[in-house]
């Protein structure tokens, strides 16, 4: 496997000639499919790019909350608005998980924050497009959280163990979301000529949006060959998005909706679903902060860090003095 890896300009990966001794014995846990735990060594990179993942991970658990959130008070019924409730509860859980497990990698969770708000990590560029009405509640359940149980399912099997154990109780509770937003949409299929339409045009916005959130495509990314040696990642993004189509356009039909583009065919020598290219100029636009809801997202987050305060700086106190008196105690 990665034995016979070549390092080339584009992918960065070393051969095992190039690895330490060190280096090498790493590795050899890595292929050998024991899980890399907190105290055990692990190269710089390796650490970096975990961290990297887990926040921006992390991140986009919270800002998901936001466009969902929008709509607990809004919702068509009582029934709605506690499973809306509950689901963002849940993601709120996740990135308390995802906070947890980057932290045994020696970054604060204040720290993943400060980067956020600093512009130096990411979250996932689906949550910058708006939630314009009821139906995008199904679709969001659906398509987002359903493109995301795609790559997270895998994640499962990734090298690093906090991070895998996490990714466990997040996949169960993102089934229910999935489930919980292709009901939605069932409904809205299924009744009057106005529902369907805001069902078919939910579809339709959040298609290509929802296509990007696997990140570049591969030939495009910087990071794939050197995580996947690393079995921090375990599918290309192209893979997973090929999976994701695969699976939907069956889903799409079920529903009696319309296909959200015209270049997704039936390809009987691949055996998969033709698509077309979402346009990565927008999503480059958007990761660099100038999509449709960038700066709304980013306002709420700094002002729940700012409200948030007197809270941390409570419990930090009572920590100190906690530990004050266990000391003169002793």
Same mark, same amino acid.
Request: proline letters at 5%; hydrophobic letters at 35%.
């Given at each position: 496997m990665y034995a016979q890896m070549v390092k080339t300009a584009s992918s960065g990966v070393k051969s095992r000639e190039e690895m330490?001794?060190?280096?090498?014995?790493?590795?050899?846990?890595?292929?050998?499919?024991?899980?890399?735990?907190?105290?055990?060594?692990?190269?710089?990179?390796?650490?970096? *790019? %975990?961290? =990297?993942?887990?926040?921006?991970? +992390?991140?986009?658990?919270?800002?998901?909350?936001?466009?969902?959130?929008?709509?607990?008070?809004?919702?068509? *019924? %009582?029934? =709605?608005?506690?499973?809306?409730? +509950?689901?963002?509860?849940?993601?709120?859980?996740?990135?308390?998980y995802l906070y947890s497990a980057a932290e045994t990698l020696g970054v604060s969770r204040d720290q993943l924050i400060e980067d956020l708000l600093a512009g130096r990590m990411k979250y996932s560029s689906i949550f910058n497009y708006p939630t314009l009405n009821w139906a995008d509640m199904g679709a969001v359940g659906w398509l987002v959280d359903g493109a995301a149980i795609i790559n997270q399912v895998a994640l499962q099997r990734t090298s690093y163990g906090p991070y895998s154990r996490a990714m466990v109780r997040i996949c169960k509770e993102e089934s229910f979301h999935a489930r919980q937003g292709y009901h939605i949409m069932m409904k809205m299929a299924a009744g009057s000529v106005a529902q369907k339409q805001m069902a078919q045009d939910a579809l339709n916005r959040l298609w290509f949006p929802v296509l990007?959130?696997?990140?570049?495509?591969?030939?495009?990314?910087?990071?794939?060959?050197?995580?996947?040696?690393?079995?921090?990642?375990?599918?290309?993004?192209?893979?997973?998005?090929?999976?994701?189509?695969?699976?939907?356009?069956?889903?799409?039909?079920?529903?009696?909706?319309?296909?959200?583009?015209?270049?997704?065919?039936?390809?009987?020598?691949?055996?998969?679903?033709?698509?077309?290219?979402?346009?990565?100029?927008?999503?480059?636009?958007?990761?660099?902060?100038?999509?449709?809801?960038?700066?709304?997202?980013?306002?709420?987050?700094?002002?729940?860090?700012?409200?948030g305060e007197w809270v941390r700086d409570g419990l930090m106190a009572h920590a100190r003095k906690k530990a004050a008196a266990k000391v003169a105690a002793e």
């Open positions: 330490s001794e060190q280096e090498r014995v790493f590795q050899d846990k890595i292929d050998a499919d024991i899980k890399i735990e907190p105290r055990d060594w692990m190269p710089d990179d390796y650490r970096a *790019t %975990l961290v =990297r993942q887990i926040g921006q991970h +992390a991140h986009s658990e919270v800002v998901g909350q936001l466009p969902e959130g929008n709509w607990i008070t809004r919702a068509p *019924t %009582l029934e =709605r608005k506690a499973i809306l409730l +509950a689901k963002v509860q849940d993601e709120a859980g996740h990135g308390l990007m959130m696997f990140g570049p495509s591969d030939k495009d990314s910087v990071h794939t060959a050197q995580s996947m040696a690393w079995k921090i990642k375990m599918d290309t993004n192209d893979e997973l998005r090929q999976k994701f189509v695969d699976q939907t356009v069956q889903q799409i039909e079920y529903l009696g909706l319309e296909l959200p583009e015209p270049g997704i065919k039936w390809n009987d020598e691949t055996g998969e679903y033709d698509y077309s290219d979402p346009d990565w100029s927008e999503f480059f636009n958007v990761i660099k902060g100038n999509g449709p809801g960038n700066v709304d997202r980013m306002k709420a987050r700094r002002a729940a860090w700012d409200d």
